[in-house]
């Protein structure tokens, strides 16, 4: 029973996270990737460039950094301050924020590209039919970008399930507050539970082959030509 609760424990809360920072992230993403995709801005390559940081910097550096913003001398201990406590780092909050910073670009890019793809003519087809930029956005753009969405969802939740150099720096391994799935592996094989381990693994990868499959899929329909 010990060995289940072990186990179980670290995938419930890696789907907590996972889907609390999708959530997020496609909240956060629609309207950054709506402006990427669509203003003549000459500030969007560089925020975009921003954005993209965690594709590149290493998830130890990007943790520490985070570690950093999170812990009782930075902002995150102001914040944490207004509850009592000291930090953010070291809590299940502090590996939402985490996440949300570390996996945004795989939200984003999709969402952007499927904004781009759609060109102009929908948007002008609506305002001449006398559609607010609001109402056209949410009855025109967001269905025609639906596949971006799908695509964005399934790799903001993906990316989270699978990462773990950022959420070790920044929340440690702490039994039902941080110890997600991927530091359980690590903890499991550091004291030598290779059973555990061998379970948590390879129902890592078995969701791994399930995402691509899904990304194949959804991609395949994408590119087939309307009917």
Do not use: C
């Not at 550096?61 to 102001?78: I, K, S």
């Not at 956005?137 to 399934?154: D, Q, S």
């Not at 959420?167 to 030598?192: H, Q, R, W, Y």
């Amino acid at each position: 029973m010990s060995a289940l609760s072990d186990i179980w424990g670290p995938v419930v809360l890696t789907i907590e996270l996972a889907g609390l920072t999708t959530a997020i992230l496609l909240v956060i993403s629609t309207p950054v990737a709506w402006w990427l995709a669509r203003a003549p801005s000459l500030w969007k390559e560089i925020v975009g460039a921003v954005l993209a940081l965690p594709l590149v910097l290493p998830p130890t550096v990007l943790g520490f950094y985070l570690l950093v913003m999170l812990g009782p001398d930075g902002p995150g201990g102001a914040i944490a301050s207004l509850w009592g406590a000291r930090t953010l780092a070291f809590s299940f909050t502090g590996l939402v924020i985490g996440s949300v910073i570390y996996s945004m670009p795989f939200v984003v890019q999709p969402i952007r590209n499927a904004f781009a793809a759609m060109g102009e003519r929908p948007m002008e087809a609506a305002a001449t039919l006398r559609a607010s930029p609001w109402r056209a956005f949410w009855t025109v753009a967001v269905p025609l970008a639906r596949p971006g969405f799908l695509t964005a969802a399934i790799l903001g939740f993906a990316h989270t399930v699978g990462e773990f150099g950022v959420v070790l720096m920044i929340g440690g391994n702490i039994p039902g507050v941080t110890k997600v799935m991927s530091v359980a592996i690590f903890d499991f094989v550091e004291t030598s539970r290779w059973r555990e381990a061998h379970l948590l693994a390879a129902g890592m990868a078995l969701f791994a082959f399930v995402v691509i499959l899904a990304m194949s899929l959804i991609e395949k329909r994408m590119g087939r030509p309307a009917s």
